[in-house]
């Protein structure tokens, strides 16, 4: 299994609902991280796991909640969001952090309406 | 600050000849790059990468060549298929503190390959 899967590809959700993002991987990569990408632009990072435990936050809104219940899963837990959060988000994985090839999954394309 | 730059927003090529996109980089700290195919709505692929201790990696019909003095890499796919046409985003792992947690991408360029 070279996969990194997500669920939904789609999310429609209005600003004051809570949905969740998932992530999963089964390549024994022990970093996970999560990229928010709009349109036109590149992947930029939101968060980083490094053996389950969070090794990056690039100062992303508390409205976005990552979370890591194992080695095999990341969640993003999606709440008040804005408009302006619209955006595919990337799940990625590599096998450890630092100078090595992170896979990407196919993304969620999040509207928020 | 854009540390990695893929001054080409645009390549169009006709189908068998070689592409070539270019990628510069301001930090001399990276010390891992890598090139990736993106399709519209889809998550990137990984292509190839190489380390700053080589200055070529070649992949089938991919070859990605680095210059450190230059900071400047470039990737080069010969022969072009119109199957190739996609944005390729250049990224950088390495530079500063903790910065080997963090892939840096390029703006990207979008390839077209004309039958």
């Known amino acids: 299994d070279t996969e990194v899967t997500q669920t939904p590809k789609h999310l429609v959700m209005g600003m004051t609902n809570k949905k969740s993002l998932k992530c999963e991987q089964h390549m024994g990569h022990r970093a996970m991280y999560w990229y928010k990408q709009k349109a036109k632009k590149p992947p930029e990072l939101m968060f980083v796991?490094?053996?389950?435990?969070?090794?990056i936050n690039e100062s992303v809104p508390s409205r976005f909640s990552p979370e890591c219940p194992n080695s095999s899963l990341l969640n993003l837990h999606l709440h008040a969001l804005q408009p302006e959060d619209s955006a595919l988000y990337l799940c990625?994985?590599?096998?450890?952090?630092?100078?090595?090839?992170?896979?990407f999954g196919p993304g969620t394309r999040l509207t928020v309406l | 600050d854009q540390q990695v730059k893929q001054n080409s927003p645009s390549l169009s090529v006709q189908e068998g000849r070689i592409s070539i996109l270019n990628c510069d980089y301001t930090n001399s700290m990276f010390d891992y790059f890598l090139w990736y195919k993106k399709y519209p709505a889809e998550g990137p692929t990984f292509l190839i990468s190489?380390?700053?201790?080589?200055d070529k990696n070649e992949d089938g019909r991919f070859t990605v060549f680095l210059n450190k003095s230059a900071k400047h890499l470039s990737l080069h796919i010969v022969p072009s298929q119109p199957g190739d046409s996609a944005v390729y985003f250049c990224?950088?792992?390495?530079?500063?503190?903790?910065?080997?947690?963090?892939?840096?991408f390029g703006k990207g360029t979008k390839l077209t390959v004309n039958p």
């Open positions: 990625a994985s590599s096998h450890f952090v630092g100078g090595n090839e992170q896979f």
């Open positions: 190489i380390s700053s201790i080589k």
């Open positions: 990224a950088a792992l390495g530079g500063s503190q903790g910065g080997s947690e963090k892939l840096v």
């Open positions: 796991y490094s053996y389950e435990k969070l090794s």
